[in-house]
């Protein structure tokens, strides 16, 4: 299943590079290793074979921006996430739940947040309004929190997600990275269980795993660059437009 050849070794190198960089300073590539791995590895074996890999750049990450993160958002979001990993465990189980069905699910949740994402300031005074919005903030965090967890869970695919969200929270670039990075460091942690249950994780996957564990690293070096030399405008912009390319791509 991991014995490539020299072109998949090279896709595979390149989505270790995305991962790191994802982590370490422009994190809506992380959607973009989805489906490069996924034209080397079956999908399911895909999911299985990228977690550790993002577990790795979310180390890094996390510890780089380790004083940076929103912990009032993270709170809010992470036991809504958990409850959508729980979900996408147990449709992971399911005879129906292929590769194809996995690919369709993910890309139309991922179509609707493109449609929405113009919307993301109406989001932003819903979520980070008045007591008198409270039930409207509630029920934002839930929506993106457990689409969070069960498209993650799905096929690490939770970028798009995650990102809307943050960016109509307007933080700025470091506590944007920040929180982005703890965020994904605690669900990735947390799927790890799940999916060595499921076989999508084992002992080749994790020897593929370290053979391009250097990858990752030049990854999150070559993030931290480019992170420090955009603004915090620039760099919004670019996460939207990454965002909208890595949705396109779970299309294919």
């Known amino acids: 299943m991991y014995q490539l050849g020299i072109c998949g070794w090279i896709l595979a190198i390149v989505c270790g590079i995305v991962v790191g960089m994802s982590k370490c300073g422009i994190p809506g590539m992380a959607t973009l290793?989805?489906?490069l791995l996924a034209s080397i590895l079956p999908a399911k074996m895909a999911t299985g074979a990228l977690l550790p890999m993002l577990v790795a750049g979310d180390l890094i990450g996390a510890l780089c921006f380790r004083r940076h993160a929103d912990w009032r958002l993270l709170w809010k979001m992470i036991p809504m996430a958990f409850a959508g990993i729980f979900?996408?465990?147990l449709l992971l189980g399911c005879e129906w739940m292929n590769d194809q069905v996995i690919r369709y699910v993910i890309a139309c949740i991922v179509l609707v947040l493109i449609v929405l994402n113009p919307f993301k300031d109406?989001?932003?005074a819903m979520v980070a309004g008045a007591n008198?919005?409270?039930w409207q903030m509630w029920t934002m965090v839930v929506v993106f929190g457990v689409l969070t967890g069960l498209t993650t869970m799905l096929a690490n695919a939770a970028g798009p997600v995650a990102l809307i969200y943050l960016l109509a929270m307007r933080l700025p670039k470091d506590k944007f990275i920040?929180?982005?990075a703890w965020l994904f460091l605690v669900l990735n942690w947390i799927k790890v269980p799940?999916?060595?249950h499921r076989g999508m994780i084992n002992g080749d996957s994790l020897i593929f795993n370290l053979k391009l564990l250097p990858s990752v690293v030049i990854g999150c070096g070559l993030?931290?660059?480019?992170?420090?030399s955009l603004s915090d405008n620039r760099f919004k912009r670019w996460m939207e437009i990454l965002t909208a390319i890595a949705a396109i791509m779970l299309f294919f």
Do not use: C, E
């Open 122 to 124: 109406n989001l932003h």
């Open 33 to 35: 290793a989805v489906p």
């Open 178 to 180: 920040g929180t982005n």
């Open 87 to 89: 979900i996408g465990y």
């Open 194 to 196: 799940f999916m060595i």
């Open 223 to 228: 993030g931290l660059l480019l992170s420090k």
């Open 132 to 134: 008198d919005h409270r």
